[in-house]
């Protein structure tokens, strides 16, 4: 080995070992030695996406003592329902144990702030799981963020090969009361209706009307359950 490849190996070396470093920015609040959790292997490769955002956004988590972390990159996958963390240290992503943490926060691509909390769900397929907070009142609206594999139409993915399975979102939502627990409710104005007594529908309906509130999806349902709360109208729950 002459001297001429010597330097260069010595060269890349040193530029690896200072991107290491750039990457590495270790905030006051870092408890690394607190975050539980083991590596993550890559999923099945398929359509669609099997995390909830494209990439590795910065957010925070809350341990179960109350301590909290930020400034960490993280990844929510709703195919497996586990919480992310890319360790610049040591160049791996982290799956968090789940028992470890109260739950999480970040920042979408659009500024807003998305929270996550862990509890535990005691209807079909019970466990603990994560679920976003959409509106926090007496009765709290939930979303649990689900993807699932799905047949589809045959294609060939990047590395020709043939599949007929793709990841497709089955999120599903819920009104929770500690002490009544969860009941699902639909995204619509009918499933929303159906949660009150007949006689409030009118008032209901007026509420949203004045605010010009047209139930269409979930940022609209969210808005409508909001003001619906604002109001006092009472749930049937």
Known sequence: ???????????????????????????????????????????????????????????????????????????????????????????????????????????????????FRQQYFNGFLSGYRYFELLSECDISLLAFRKAGLHACAVYTDISGVVKNVEYQNDYTYYLYNPKKGYEQIRIGKNSLLSKFDKHAHKLIKRILRQNMVQIVDEQSFVKAWNLICKNGVSVNF
């Open 1 to 115: 080995m002459n001297c001429k490849t010597l330097y260069i190996i010595a060269l890349f070396c040193s530029l690896a070992a200072s991107s290491l470093l750039a990457q590495e920015t270790i905030p006051k609040d870092w408890n690394s030695e607190k975050i539980r959790g083991s590596r993550f292997i890559m999923y099945f490769s398929c359509n669609g996406n099997p995390f909830l955002t494209d990439k590795f956004v910065i957010g925070e988590i809350e341990l179960t003592d109350g301590v909290k972390i930020g400034n960490l990159n993280l990844r929510y996958s709703t195919w497996q329902d586990e919480l992310i963390y890319f360790n610049s240290a040591l160049s791996a992503q982290i799956i968090i144990d789940k028992n470890s943490i109260k739950g999480f926060s970040f920042i979408d691509a659009s500024g807003q702030k998305r929270s």
